[in-house]
């Protein structure tokens, strides 16, 4: 990947409580390119922000402290908002994944490529060295229904692989519904032309509903497995996983509500919030996300 590319791409994550994952992150970041990238780091008002900023200042990296939790989204909008002008793309990543060498430029590749990409996002690969499904199909009332009633029980039922594209499998390039938050490339036109994340998502279906924003508005969403990352969990909502359990179907019912809006689709709207309420409140008493 020629160096103007590299040079106009910033690196952007975002923390809260987050400092034991960002020496890795960083040094990830620093050894995955021969040019040495941009680094902004946006922190949520972290108890842990003294550590979060020595660490930032001895891997060369910039502090955004925005003094609020603002949300992974509102995180991320108020550090490209930060940017110069001559920044052009973005990776947007969780402080708890590690890339792999060349993984920014095979991005980037795909951007060059053709003009009506506005995100691409690489194989995300579990600690396992499983791979996770990190680019899928918009989720449907038919296939989120199937998905939310049988995934726990029944993994591979035919709504969840449809949702999850697992029958096109993980070593396939291709166009995608959305792809994972926790790790994607985005032209900096096609972001700032959706004015970024939605704010009103504090928490999960962010990026899906990115990518249902972007696909409306004509750009293409691309999956490559020429890039590839290490992504070892969700890490600091461990400790409050019954109020994320609740967070999650708040935010899927907020992306169903934007996706069917009409009006003759108020009774399928009302079905929705009361079946999510019902199954938050059972998974929350188990405190895991179905």
Known sequence: MSSPLLESTVVVTVTYNSSSHLPKFLDSVRTSEDLQLTV?????????????????????????????????GGAINAAILSLPPHVTSI????????????????LLAELAADPLVGSVGPRVLNS???????????PSLRTGVGHAL?????????????????????DVRRAVGWLSGSCLLVRRTAFEELNGFDEGFFMYFEDVDLGYRLGKAGWKNIYTPEASVVHTGAHST????????????????RYLEKKYSAPYLAPVRWA???????????????????
């Open 272 to 290: 929705l919030r009361l079946s999510l309420a019902v199954r938050a409140r059972v998974l929350a008493r188990t405190g895991r996300l179905g």
């Open 150 to 170: 049988f995934a726990r029980i029944w993994p591979a039922n035919p709504w969840s692989r449809s949702y999850r594209a697992e029958r096109q499998g993980s």
């Open 238 to 253: 461990s400790t409050e996983s019954g109020k994320m359990v609740r967070a999650h179907h708040d935010s899927a019912y």
């Open 91 to 106: 990776l947007i990543s969780n402080p708890d994944v590690e890339l792999s060498h060349g993984a920014t430029s095979a």
């Open 40 to 72: 902004i780091v946006a922190d949520n008002h972290s108890s842990d922000l003294e550590a979060t900023t020595h660490i930032v200042r001895l891997q060369g990296a910039r502090l955004l402290a925005l003094g609020e939790n603002r949300g992974y």
């Open 128 to 138: 396992d060295g499983t791979t996770y499904p990190s680019g899928r199909e918009l």
